[in-house]
């Protein structure tokens, strides 16, 4: 064996060695949180999955297996169906609404000299709040329909009747109700991250515009501040598609839910009420687990289709 | 996608296990055993009752019997929030209570989830008890719970306000529809039927009003002009303006009738306490009127069923106890039937003797229940009673075709019944 | 930053400031309706005629709610803060720890392993729900607080965001590490760990926010009034037969207070950290 031959076989081995000691590092780095998702996701999504295939009534052990039947009956349920629409028209309207709401808000805040700090915290402070806590706020004083109600009394001032702000669906006012307990809560936090962003871009950025003679507020907002949010953008808005998607406690506990009886639900009921009302309420557990694929499935494919048309996950992998 | 997930070495998730379990022990957990000191324990579970001292009574019911069989304790679970939840998913585990409160289904049944109780009974006890409830707590035979109270529901009105209006407690719908739309005001409604105009508090009782009904011998009935007719006059009350809605509490509970904001309520007789001390002698009350010259006066037959965890290992014990809370124990059951709310004992001979009943209100609807009392069968089950939910939401509050929504909801029961009988 | 010069710019200025102290105060009104309802008797909040503020508070909703043995708030509150710390720094660590390996160490089906993690933020709670409680029934977490904690300290979403933020991280400093010997346990230990506490108070403030609000897990889970959460307690009110309105609003006012200060407090740590975390890939 000649010198430089052995010296490339001992930098392989080094190299090798390098890299086994990498993957050891990686994996035992990973592995409590590995260990948790595998107890708390993975294993009951597997369960999960032999339930959706299973009639499952008041018992969650799968077996009596029935192939898709579970998920052949939701499709054909219009209440099922009417869920997934009430969620598609809630998604298309609250992602963008939040990303405007949220960006006009960080855009103005930053631009004013004096009192950042106070109107952050202001539009922030939200976030501290449950959506429960909310929920009863919306529903028990803010838009309650009777005259007590604080919506009434400012109606009442221009002489108006009170108005059924949750129980009627012409005109459906409770869509006003849940989008803004919505957008109350969540707006603020999107908005710090607008900040955060707003505060990285450049300052030179904007002399050289100046230079260039772009002065005018659009020019330079169209041209360099959004393309420098593009990253933040994209992180909210697929954060905020899933938590749409997801959507479910203002639902539940304005329309329905405790505290209130049933019947309002059926006006605008998404789809994760309509499996917590099959899983938990009828006990059909098997459905109630074919249910929640079917709205994952969906999560998925959209998320997938924003990433294309955003695309996220360009730069991933690196 | 997952499956680098699923391969992950079982020693890791050993190993999370280890640290899992170091962690409980760490933050004081106390696992499950089912004696103290030699005592078997037992677990009882209750859903929150909202009155005052009903939280105090169960513990005292449970010390009550530790002072009588010393080798055991009752443990009592009071629950608060989403109870039927909570109850669903401990039964599916080793780990869920031994005796609780329901009500009866027959998946409960099939799933073996609640113990046979017929032994429990004497003959006597089974004369007495109202045989109603007996019916409702079988299934093919075998009784599963025993009633531990008796609900329904009344329409409160105010004697002066009827008088002021000239007019008589309504024997008819439409004399209700019209009393409500006079005695509305800018300032108060005439009736309130739950915030969402009547749907769930109604979606039964207007029917059965009507003469129709929803499941008889495992059949589904409802498909019926009467019904249909019966959610068209829903439809007209919510449309005519005097119903109340966006309360802040819901129909079960009477604030809305006490403070005004309603002239007329239907409410529990569980909330006539609390409405006799706001209203005094001019409360009036009867059960929901006839839809019309060939329906029927109705009322709801509600109330709470005591049941035995069938998967426990203590089963007997348990059925033990049970038999001596709601079977021989007269003093608890009028006590807790008439010491913190208002419910009328399932035993018949309480019920025509315990003192706080005689008064008009409670009289008349303790006999009105033994008469027009009506409830649904264990066979009918939340999933049904969600599809015709839907209908009537759409019947009522979308405005959609009623005859053409209750033949829909009647095929989707019976889907869900085909499903059941399997 | 940018100064206005112009009267119309002066104009639009002062039109920004209108929009945001309109915003401002329709932002505050919900927090201002909790205090108001929490002083008052139930027929004061249900009358028909508006008060802005009642004449005499009712301060004593607070001693009958601390009071009322069947409400169990100072237990909720201890729970609530217990679970939520804890939750707090071992989620922390162990999203941290996984977010530096995907972030920085190099290996095979390390990608893979990502998309897992960003998987499993797409799938709704709905779906593992009751079998996560079957299985915590079968390891023995039902009615412990343990078991009302542990799912939350694996959390997919600040794994992502501190890979983000680890993405980011100057290189320099592992490098300097690098030359001084240390592996990756030590430079992750002494030099990033250190150097996280910005992304980590924000991070894990909003745990410590998460975890407070859960509501049907800890429900389902914890059985006895000893492991109730402050959200149970709360639901306590709204369950009821009779609805106490002023013991109602007291009990949300009680439950959303602590975050509040706790976010007041905070405030300045969080827009730091997502200063790090949001922005750049």
């Known amino acids: 064996m000649n010198a430089p031959a052995t010296a490339t076989a001992q930098r392989k081995t080094q190299a090798m060695h390098k890299n086994l000691q990498a993957g050891i590092c990686f994996w035992s780095f990973l592995m409590p949180a590995l260990a948790g998702l595998v107890l708390f996701m993975a294993i009951p999504m597997v369960w999960g999955f032999l339930l959706s295939l299973s009639h499952a009534q008041n018992t969650i052990h799968p077996g009596h297996f029935i192939g898709a039947r579970n998920y052949t009956d939701l499709l054909t349920d219009p209440e099922f169906l009417n869920s997934l629409w009430t969620i598609l028209v809630f998604t298309l309207f609250i992602v963008p609404a939040t990303f405007a709401f949220s960006l006009w808000l960080a855009l103005a805040v930053h631009s004013i000299p004096k009192g950042k700090a106070f109107f952050r915290t202001v539009f922030f402070i939200p976030t501290a709040v449950s959506y429960a806590a909310a929920s009863l706020i919306a529903r028990m004083s803010f838009f309650s329909g009777t005259a007590s109600g604080f919506a009434n009394h400012l109606v009442g001032l221009f002489g108006m009747q009170p108005v059924q702000w949750i129980g009627t669906a012409s005109p459906p006012w409770y869509w006003l109700v849940l989008v803004s307990v919505r957008l109350w809560l969540q707006v603020g936090f999107y908005m710090i991250i607008f900040l955060a962003a707003l505060q990285e871009i450049p300052r030179s950025l904007y002399e050289a515009a100046a230079l260039d003679g772009a002065t005018g507020g659009w020019t330079v907002l169209r041209f360099i501040t959004l393309p420098q949010l593009r990253n933040a953008s994209v992180s909210i808005l697929l954060l905020n598609l899933i938590a749409a998607f997801q959507a479910f406690d203002e639902f539940y506990n304005i329309l329905g839910g405790s505290g209130s009886s049933g019947g309002n639900i059926g006006l605008a009921r998404p789809p994760l009420v309509y499996i917590y009302n099959v899983a938990l309420s009828s006990q059909d557990f098997g459905r109630g687990a074919a249910g929640g694929f079917i709205i994952t499935a969906l999560i998925v494919l959209f998320t997938l289709v924003q990433g294309r048309l955003l695309g996220f996950g360009s730069k991933e992998g690196r | 996608m997952a499956t680098p997930m699923l391969t992950t070495p079982v020693t890791r998730r050993q190993m999370l296990k280890t640290f899992v379990f170091a962690g409980g022990a760490l933050l004081s957990g106390c696992a499950r055993s089912d004696y103290i000191d030699g005592k078997l324990v037992l677990t009882q579970w209750y859903h929150q009752y909202g009155e005052k001292g009903t939280f105090q009574a169960v513990h005292r019911y449970a010390r009550e019997y530790t002072r009588v069989n010393p080798h055991i304790i009752v443990k009592v679970v009071w629950i608060p929030g989403d109870y039927g939840t909570k109850l669903a998913t401990a039964l599916l585990t080793p780990d869920g209570p031994d005796v609780f409160e329901s009500t009866l289904t027959q998946a409960m049944v099939e799933a073996g989830q609640t113990a046979p109780l017929n032994d429990l009974f004497t003959s006597q006890d089974l004369a007495d008890f109202n045989p109603r409830d007996i019916a409702l707590n079988s299934v093919n035979g075998k009784i599963y719970g025993v009633k531990m109270i008796d609900d329904l529901g009344l329409l409160y009105y105010r004697k002066s306000m009827l008088q002021s209006a000239g007019m008589q407690p309504p024997a008819t719908l439409d004399e209700l529809m019209t009393l409500a739309a006079k005695l509305t005001t800018p300032q108060r409604k005439g009736l309130f039927l739950g915030n969402d105009g009547g749907i769930t508090a109604m979606l039964n009782v207007l029917p059965w009003s009507a003469g129709a009904d929803f499941l008889v011998n495992s059949q589904i009935v409802f498909n019926t002009p009467r019904t249909v007719l019966a959610y068209q006059k829903l439809q007209q009350l919510n449309q005519g303006g005097s119903l109340l809605m966006g309360a802040a509490s819901d129909w079960w509970d009477p604030s809305a009738f006490t403070s005004g904001q309603a002239a007329m309520q239907w409410c529990g007789m569980w909330a006539y306490p609390a409405i006799a001390r706001a209203v005094g002698s001019d409360l009036g009350a009867v059960i929901w009127p006839p839809l019309d010259a060939q329906g029927v006066p109705v009322t709801f037959l509600g109330g709470w069923t005591a049941m035995v965890n069938a998967n426990r290992p203590h089963v007997e014990e348990a059925k033990k106890f049970l038999q001596w809370q709601w079977i021989q124990n007269r003093a608890i059951q009028t006590d807790w039937c008439v010491g913190y709310g208002f419910h009328v004992p399932p035993r018949l001979s309480l019920a025509r003797t315990t003192p706080k009943l005689q008064q008009p209100v409670p009289a008349y609807a303790v006999n009105m229940l033994g008469k027009y009392g009506k409830a649904t069968p264990p066979l009918w089950n939340a999933a049904m009673g969600s599809d015709l939910t839907n209908a009537v939401t759409n019947i009522v509050k979308l405005g959609q075709p009623a005859a053409q929504q209750v033949a829909a909801a009647a095929d989707m029961c019976n889907r869900e019944l085909q499903r059941e009988l399997e | ?281």
């Open chain 3, 1 to 281: 930053m940018m100064r206005a010069h112009s009267p119309a710019e002066k104009a639009l200025l002062a039109l920004r400031y209108l929009a945001l102290s309109v915003l401002a105060v329709i932002f505050l009104i919900p927090f201002y309706l909790i205090l108001r309802n929490s002083l008052m008797t139930d027929a004061q909040i249900n009358a028909a005629q508006w008060q802005w503020f009642p004449l005499h508070p009712h301060w004593s909703n607070f001693r009958q709610l601390f009071a009322d043995n069947t409400a169990f708030v100072w237990t909720g509150l201890r729970n609530s803060a217990l679970i939520a710390a804890v939750t707090l720094v071992l989620q922390m660590l162990i999203s941290s720890m996984a977010g530096y390996a995907l972030a920085r160490i190099p290996a095979r089906g390390s990608r893979t392993v990502f998309q897992v993690i960003l998987l499993t933020l797409m799938i709704p709670g709905a779906v593992t729900f009751v079998p996560t409680f079957a299985l915590m029934a079968y390891i023995g977490g039902v009615n412990t607080l343990w078991g009302i904690l542990a799912p939350g300290l694996f959390s997919a979403f600040s794994i992502f965001l501190f890979r983000q933020f680890y993405l980011n991280f100057p290189t320099e400093i592992e490098e300097a590490g690098m030359l001084d010997g240390l592996g990756y346990g030590g430079i992750y230990w002494r030099l990033v760990l250190p150097n996280s506490r910005s992304v980590m108070m924000s991070l894990g403030v909003l745990a410590f926010v998460g975890t407070w609000n859960t509501f049907l897990w800890p429900l389902v889970v914890g059985q006895n009034p000893s492991s109730w959460t402050i959200q149970i307690v709360l639901s306590t009110f709204l369950t009821a037969q009779t609805v106490n309105l002023h013991e109602l609003f007291a009990a949300a006012l009680v439950a959303v207070l602590p975050l509040v200060v706790v976010f007041l407090v905070m405030q300045k740590y969080i827009v730091e950290g997502i200063t790090f975390s949001g922005g750049k890939e």
